[in-house]
Structure formats: C-alpha cells, structure tokens
C-alpha cells in the first residue's frame, strides 16, 4: 500500500470496494456531457448500455439526420428502451451539442 | 469548478489506475486491468488500440494487443469451470468440452497470424463514417495455440446438410433485447487446417480481454470472426440470420476482392471476409525529424489475407516513381512481414513517404478508397510526412 491509499477517505475505500469486480470501466464516471437541455436524458438513456465517450467520438461525423438514424438503431435494433418523447429530447440535445453541423 | 461527483471520479480514476493514465500524440492511454496503457476508444463496451510504438515488435505483446467488444457484459471465466458445447442440427452428436478436454484430445497446432478489426483506420475514412474511430491499431500480429476447429466439429459428426458453423462466445448485452454477438463461418473456412479454437497467444494463455479462455482464430479473415470467450459452436445446414451476420459487418456486394461468404451474400451487400493487401511503417510517426547525413532506416509491416507478401514499394516523389523495400524473411503466411527500407538524409527539408505493398496474389493497395458506409477495409497508400534538418 502506498501513501496515497492510507490517506483514502473511508467513502471512497467504499466505493473502490463496490467498483473493484469492473475496475477495468473505472473512469468513465468523469465523462461530462456539456451542460444544456436534454443532457440528463441523454445521459440516463444512452449509459444504460454504453459510456458516453460514444457521443463526443462520432460528434465530427454527425448531423440531425444521422443521429437520428443512430437512435433508432438503437432501439429498433438494440432495444434501447426510449420512449417517443425521450428520442425527441435526445435528437434535439445531440443535434445541437454533438453534432459537426446541426 | 469541479462538482463532488467529478471530484470523486477523478480521484477514483487516479487510484485505480496508478501512474498509467499517459498522452500520445495527443491520445488519452489508459490501462486495463492486465494490460499496458493504450489508446483509449471508448470505456464501455471496452475498445483500446494499440499505439504505434507497441506495434513495432514482431509479435505483439500480450499486454498491448488491442482490445474490442460490442458488447457490454463480459465475465471473468474460470477456466476450470468453463465448458464448450458443440453440436447443432447438422451434427451427429453434441458434446461438452472442459478446456482440459480440448487440450488433452486434440492436437495442438500453432499459427503465426494478424488479427486485424474490419475497421481498423476507420477513423482515417474520407468522408467520415460513425464508429468506433480507430486509426492503425486495431490490429495485432500473434502466434496463437489451440486446437483445429475441425478436429472438434469432426468429432461432433459434421453430415451432408452442413452449410455455417455458428459461434457464440460469453460475451453478452446488458438489455435482453439487444442481439447476442454471433457469427458464423461458411463450412469450408469452419473445416480449413488453419482455423483454430486457441488457448495460448504467444505462448502465454491467452488474456481476458482477448478472449480467455479459448476463442476462435481465422487466419486471413477480419476480427469480427475471432470470437471470444467461445462457448458455443453449431453446425447448420440454413444461413445464420443473426444482427451480426445480416446487418452488421456488410459490404457493398462486388466492392473490394476476397472470398465471398455466398449463404450469407445477397445482391446489394455480402460479409467482410478476407483481409485486404495493405502495410503500415512503425518506424516514424507522422512529423517525425530526423538528422541531417545520419543513417535513417524506414521499418514496418505488411500483410494480406495469406497469400504472402511479395514486394514492399517505396515513393518519395508522391508516386511517380517507386523503389523496392527490402523484405524481412517471413513469420508465416497469415503473419506481417517486415520490411525496411534506407532513408536518404542528405538533403535537408521536408520529404514525403509513400509505402504500398503487393501481395502473392498480384494485389496492390490503391490510392484511392472504396467507400463503404461502415468505413470497412481502409488499406489506402500510406503516406508519412518527415522533417530532415
């Protein structure tokens, strides 16, 4: 043990406890998505099945259209369980914040 | 200002991963459990590349072989508890193999060969193409160790009606819903002596994140057909009509050279199959210096579906004229192969470096790319940009 893990706060010891059987996904909690209407959705929906660097490492590639297409595959292929009104408040986040033309 | 939830994380993300958070030309290397820091392409499902400077060994290193899945959950399997199932309609019988079976009742064959991802270089697509955006490491050169997948199916009974062999690994979606990542292999490549159920990459077992512990290797074929974590193998007599066999991993029909996958091929799109010719210099990156009147030397590799390399071409006049490489001996048909070549650095200033291989087969890479809408198959011209001051 070095210095660095004596000094660990008894809460964080706790939540590398919990987080040690998927320590390989450790750091995908510091992604931030930027801060605008829409984001908490598209947090919520996207991260049940995967991190969210998915959103700013296909942004350059993007438009409205694709990301449309994007969502739809994922839940007519992938099951991604987002309602109606969800894919809306998605596409309209991620057209606008991850896009390289709206 | 940070907010106590990004606090958290990045002290969490610090701990975990001790001194191995790192930067290469501006990429984030990050470390999985197990392996050394790489490029990081996406955390959840894990995608990492390997980064230039690891893929200039001959065989790569176990901890620096590129990882990808697409899905999510991947359990940590217990080699003593894990077993294989291998049967389907067109076998005689089913069996169920412990992996102290499979290496006690089959022969134990070793091949040297690449794995490379359908996409790997994705990210260099003009124009861009959605997917995991790698550049040129998603790929790998190994010696693997198994069985013949043959041997195994044999032993099943493999009758007249078989038309794909069907794998599944543990491997599996977070969401029920979500497609299971399956595969399968025309019978012919199923029954090919180079196919391999492998247990050992470079003499080591092979490493959780590339599959422990046995996965399939299809020499000369794309990644997509490796699959992890085997668990289950199925002889059929119909086309496998699973997500990730009729939708995903397609290409235009009649666009790039390579065995054709004919029970899965319609006419619009058919599968990835073969590797294309293609090369890559690890010697320099892109903007490398290099001292005026010292004794330079361009290295790297290339490869094709297993046909062999032939001649390595190198340009320096943007591809008006070409002069040959000098070919390393080979590590096996379905392996890289070496190649170097002088570097004249008596004239100062900058000089461009067009590398193309040829294959056994006749095949040269192009310098122009065929689009497809995955971004499949990049194997353009390489061109490095070098700096001699």
Known sequence: ??????????????????????????????????????????????????????????????????????????????????NAENLQVILDYLAQHYSATP | MLTRRELLAGSLTALLLPAERAQSGGEELLALQGKRPLIKRTFRPPNYETPLVDLRRPFTANDAFFVRYHLADIPVLDPRQWRLRVGGTSAARALELSLADLKAHYEHVSVAALNQCAGNRRGLFTPRVPGVQWTHGAMGNALWTGVRLRDVLRAAGIDGSALEVVFDGADTALLPATPDFIKSLPIDRALDENTLIAFEMNGRPLPHWNGAPARLVVPGWTGTYWVKHLTDIRIEPKAFDGFWMKTAYRIPTGAFPGVRFMSQETAETTPVTEIQVNSLITSHEQGAHLALNRPAELSGWAWDSGTGISAVEISTDAGQSWSPATLERELGRFAWRGFRWRIDTRTRGPVTVLARSVSRSGARQPDRLTPNPSGYHHNLVQSVALEIA
Not at chain 1, 57 to 76: C, F, G, L, Q
């Open chain 1, 1 to 82: 043990m070095n210095r660095m893990d004596r000094a660990l706060p008894a809460v964080l010891i706790l939540v590398l406890a919990s987080s040690a059987p998927i320590a390989a996904l450790a750091g995908e909690e510091a992604i931030t998505l930027t801060d605008a209407p829409g984001r908490e959705v598209t947090v919520a929906s996207c991260s049940i099945c995967h991190s969210l660097d998915y959103l700013p490492m296909n942004a350059p590639v993007m438009n409205r259209a694709t990301w449309e297409k994007s969502i739809h595959k994922m839940v007519d292929r992938f099951g991604a369980p987002i």
